[in-house]
């Protein structure tokens, strides 16, 4: 078997050289354990923030280990009760071929109510990440304005069309003609942040916007509140590449003057809600009125281009690498 | 009688030439007006956004209008009912001599309770957002640690006494040894902030930010809270006399990665609140547990000089000019 390690820490982008392949042995799984093999593994912009090292809500990668992070796969064999070869689970095997895990940590998942890989998106973190901004943190409500920034990206993708079903008016920037296309087919009004400045785009007002971006996004978007609006603080992809911090947005006297609410959240906190937000997105995903589209790349060696890939907003929808055949 | 009126509107920091006195007829008050003679002035940051003439929360002054805002005084002939001559009052008379005034308007004060003059400061606009802003807002808690910049101001100096009496480890700054050693005596830690920076001040870590500085202090408030830390944003002083907006925070992606919440309010949105404010700590000042302190200039002509002051921090609690004698 394979994996990814981390060579060095990157600096600025991430290159392909910061990683490395590595043969493993295989063994056996001991009792409780299981091997699988992943089909699927997931990359995410919050894996930038680990491989600088620095301990934030979670541990750093360290230099000369497998990146870890979500994967979905199958069962070779099980020593686990519960699970038997040929079972599809999600795991946390990250950037491997596969391996051995508790099997106690793996969620089974059923592939006749949706696509396995969908665990990796729209019914996984990047799902429950839009669904708990959108639900708990920003409490949005029916009639409501809301800018998404990113929003062509797997978190920003599913909270546009949560908010859509929710009754809000949706707003979504995003970096390509494309893309746009594709944000106006799910039904939100959409613009391309190269092209029209945000604060153009956004001059009817906003109500709540769900930051993902952060920099020139975040300083439109306080320009752009309404009084008493709130920021659905989820990430700042924008920023994770900085090797020198940046300065904050021009604006912060608005959060005063309009009374706003900037609250940050990081979905790993709020686990407890998982099973209402499957009850409630995963029948939309099941029938096909929630679109999860992913942008899929082929071969364990291309997850590093991948994962910088999203940098550059490479990826329409959750952006994954296919590491092995389905069947 | 006279008034001081907006000649033109600050450039920076205000000046003496940006204001102008100007002589005004007393009438006699019509029916349900009241004619009030102002003892003492209040001058507050917060005049300062209304000189730029935007519209915010309140509009802006209009140039040549008088300056209205804080002020008590007493009543010299009322036609209203439940005020009479020599009552002392509340009102929003503003920068004049006094004036003619709604008698609905005005609120009653009692000087056996506790001095007059306390309506301005820790009875009043300032201690009332100090309390709403802890209470309300931050949500404070026994045993959590707050930092408060603008500690030695009138809202800050509130906040600090309030936050002590709640069971807080309370973390001041002021901008001079003696301000300092005010705010020790009132059982806070306290420090210069000219002399030791913030981040190195609050290195322990903090719960909670009482905001009233914005800029730096802000900056290393970010840094400084720990994982689901509030931030009770009141004001930034440090930036009111800015003329192009100045950077914000460059630490802002902790308000992701530490899940902080940034809550901007105005202290009028929460007039509902006003009688549970002065039932607690009404009685702390009345028994002199509670310091309201003043710095008190004399004559309406400096008014402008004090309120230009108030960006130097020379105020020492809250900044008043005193107008007329007491009896």
């Not at 613009?191 to 785009?201: G, H, I, Q, V």
Request: hydrophobic share 40%.
């Amino acid at each position: 078997m394979r994996e990814i390690v981390l060579a060095t820490r990157p600096q600025g982008e991430p290159k392909e050289s910061d990683f490395e392949l590595r043969e493993v042995d295989a063994r056996e799984p001991g009792d409780g354990e299981v091997l699988v093999r992943n089909v699927f593994v997931s990359v995410d912009p919050y894996m930038r923030g680990r491989m600088t090292g620095i301990r934030t809500y979670v541990d750093g990668f360290d230099v000369g280990a497998a990146i870890v992070g979500g994967a979905v796969g199958r069962v070779v064999a099980s020593r686990h009760e519960g699970l038997s070869e040929g079972d599809w689970v999600s795991s946390m095997l990250g950037w491997r071929d596969g391996g051995i895990v508790e099997g106690s940590t793996l969620r089974k998942l059923d592939p006749r109510v949706a696509p396995p890989s969908t665990a990796l998106g729209a019914l996984g973190m990047p799902g429950f990440t839009a669904w708990i901004g959108l639900e708990d943190v920003g409490q949005v409500k029916d009639g409501e304005t809301i800018y998404v920034s990113g929003a062509a990206g797997a978190v920003g993708s599913a909270a546009v069309q949560i908010a859509k079903r929710k009754g809000l008016r949706v707003i979504g920037s995003a970096g390509s003609e494309e893309k746009v296309e594709w944000l106006r087919s799910l039904g939100t009004e959409a613009f391309n942040y190269r092209e029209t400045p945000a604060r153009e785009a956004l001059a009817d007002g906003i109500d709540v916007y769900f930051d993902n971006v952060g920099g020139d996004q975040l300083e439109a978007a306080l320009t752009a509140l309404r009084p008493f609006g709130r920021v659905i603080a989820c990430g700042s992809i924008s920023r994770y590449n900085d090797e020198k911090p940046q300065p904050g947005p021009r604006n912060m006297a608005f959060i005063v003057t309009k009374r706003l609410r900037v609250q940050g959240f990081i979905v790993t906190d709020h686990t407890d809600r998982f099973g209402d937000f499957v009850r409630q997105v995963g029948p939309w995903v099941a029938d096909g009125t929630f679109e999860a589209r992913e942008t899929v790349i082929e071969g364990l060696e291309n997850v590093p281009a991948a994962f910088a890939g999203l940098f550059h907003g490479e990826n329409t929808g959750k952006m994954l690498v296919r590491v092995g055949p389905d069947g």
